[in-house]
């Protein structure tokens, strides 16, 4: 077997994300050693009791120490706290990342905490699911998904270019951004939907108790898919609303602009305007699909289809 | 083997629905003759090619002649239609039943065209996928899912029990209620969710051009689960918008409300208020997969979790 990528590996925070790093390198032999560190002592005990780490340390600066590479897997408003625990312990030419949804404001949050003889490379794997926590993760979940590297202008190849091996290594594809530009496409394909999926589970949520639960009955109608996103970890997503405000509030204002022409046309009975708009989103799903990004499995695949006569 | 609940069965209109009827019928035996009809003759040919008829009929009147049962799966907008071609065919006791999602205007449509000694049953079967056409269905589509019967107050019990038979018969479990009150619990659980979905993805088409390659791109971060009800078929929920416009529009005002108070704690960094919203809606998404109408499986279970160490 040839050397692991990174020698030692320092994940920060063992939740959904953290772990599956933690699962991925161990699995594909990325890094020699695996430390893993969360704040919470319940969180350390279950990650011995699963295995996933080679080392469990009781503070992010211990697993820091002598690691070539230390990824900080926590809410968006932690990163600086994390940040200004491990820099002073961090050994000349390490790197150190993380995997926030939101990259302009860890940037600013994270870097001045780094000494000059790290460097600080940002990063966001655009993964998950709806479960959070160190049972939840999986050694495949950046499989085919994307991880988008958000280096700053001073960075220095050679680090961004390990950090880029690292996830190729547990299976992600690779694309850079600038951060600001990260967070504009973030907050449509991802900040945005979340919020609204949010909002409408909350709308049924506020409505009198007997419909509450008509909804939650014959939620396959549609709305069941909208729980799936808003069953999200609420710390995180706190985060990502705090911390990517503006673009977040630019794409949501253009989402209740194009909400309010689709209400009028409802309102006066323009069935043409419906009809071309709800034609025109079908292409979007088919490009998801051949992209690879999506199964065309109907209905996510959710069952299995047994009808034999359609065969 | 026990003669079938239904004589003879015609379904109007061979699309997901119709032709998932048929095929359910004919693999549970629940009618002694499966006959189909479709406007469109390149329908009828795959049908016949399909085989999940037992005849396929040219016309509707031609399908609905000595039936038992006669369902319409056509658009809200074409149920007039559809009743005022097969209603002076319908034979003394048959039942003219259909599977819109709005009710109201349905009955509307469909009731000044039966004749008195047949019974109008209109239904609901709260299942689909997002795709359309003959090759669509599949027998089990109604498994285990909900088929809401909304008969009118002069209703004939044998009539109502009838209908309901023969969906308990296709799997589903049915619920009665009337035909307002259902069209208020689906603009929450269906239509308004669908319009959303159908916005956001509009959103996301609307943008520069780059940024719309980059959203399909970078979809699994949450878009990329509205565009599946965002690909549904475009002429049925047109009609479902322009016949059940003042519940849609009574509920789309909810959620309107619900999401500017969201836009106002982003705005103002109310942290507080985010995260308790966010926490409250993971307990509708429990309720649903408690009820079994959703699989727990993290991401819709779309793919295999093949780690190792997570056992």
């Known amino acids: 077997m040839s050397a692991p990528l990174v020698g030692r590996l320092a ?47 009781d503070t992010a600066a211990d697993a ?7 990824i900080a897997c926590v809410p968006v408003g932690a990163s600086g706290a994390v940040a200004a625990e491990v820099g002073p312990a961090l050994k000349p030419g390490a790197i150190l990342s993380d995997v926030g949804s939101v990259k302009a404001a860890v940037v600013e949050m994270m870097a001045p905490h ?21 049972d939840a993760g999986f050694a495949s979940l950046f499989e085919n998904r994307w991880c988008i590297v958000t280096p700053t202008a001073d960075a220095d190849p050679q680090a961004v270019a390990a950090l880029e091996a690292l996830w190729r290594g547990m299976g992600a594809n690779v694309e850079t951004m600038s951060p600001q530009h990260h967070d504009l496409v973030l907050a449509i394909t991802s900040h945005v939907p979340h919020l609204i999926a949010y909002n409408i589970v909350g709308t049924a949520e506020h409505l009198e108790h007997t419909l509450t639960s008509e909804v939650i009955k014959f939620s ?9 996103i808003a069953a999200s970890d609420p710390t995180m997503w706190r985060d990502v609303f705090l911390y990517n405000r503006e673009a977040v509030l630019e794409m949501l204002g253009r989402f209740t602009e194009d909400l309010s022409a689709l209400q009028r046309a409802i309102r006066y009975g323009d069935g043409d305007a419906l009809f071309e708009h709800f034609t025109r989103t079908r292409a979007i799903r088919r490009s998801i699909i051949e992209q690879g990004q999506e199964t065309a499995a109907p209905d996510f695949g959710r069952r299995v289809i047994k009808d034999g006569a359609a065969g």
């Not at 820091?64 to 230390?70: E, G, K, M, T």
């Not at 396959?220 to 799936?228: I, Y």
Request: charged residues 25%.
């Open 11 to 57: 994940v920060i925070g063992a939740g959904l994300i953290g772990s599956s790093i933690a699962r991925a390198a161990r699995e594909k032999g990325l890094a020699g050693t695996v430390v893993v560190a969360d704040r919470d002592p319940a969180v350390r005990a279950r990650v011995r009791e699963l295995g996933f780490a080679d080392v469990v340390a």
């Open 220 to 228: 396959a109608g549609g709305f069941r898919d909208f729980t799936r």
């Open 114 to 134: 780094v000494p000059a003889h790290a460097q600080l490379v940002p990063a966001h794997p655009v993964a998950g699911t709806e479960f959070s926590g160190p």
């Open 64 to 70: 820091a120490r002598d690691a070539d590479i230390v």
